[in-house]
Nanobody, 120 residues
């Protein structure tokens, strides 16, 4: 399973960006998709995740500013980021877990990361 993330870039504080991540491959079903981020010198942290049924979870630091959504039929997850702050600067990674076709084994896959830089 491959995940392709896009949408990162440079934005001024207070601005917005929308990240997207599409999963492809021998996917029978995706159970959940997530966005993580890693800033220089810091550990990777969960930003938000969404389950197939639509339930969501957010880090306290982004609650009310970020919104995660998923289009099940397209195996794609989005992260709408608003009111961005310099401390949101990081490489953002998407992740997916689910079930493969044919074997029906479970999988966990990661995207390549997309840089988000917020200038003050």
């Amino acid at each position: 399973v491959q995940l392709q993330a896009s949408g990162g870039g440079l934005v001024q504080a207070g601005g917005s960006l929308r990240l997207s991540c599409a999963a492809s491959g021998r996917i029978s079903r995706i159970n959940a998709m997530s966005w993580y981020r890693q800033a220089p010198g810091k550990q990777r942290e969960l930003v938000a995740d969404i389950a197939r049924g639509g339930s969501t979870n957010y880090a306290d630091s982004v609650q009310g500013r970020f919104a995660i959504s998923m289009v099940n039929a397209e195996n794609t997850v989005y992260l709408q980021m608003s009111s961005l702050r310099p401390e949101d600067t990081a490489v953002y990674y998407c992740s997916a877990n689910g079930v493969l076709t044919t074997t029906f084994n479970t999988f966990v896959s990661w995207g390549q990361g997309t840089q988000v830089t917020v200038s003050s």
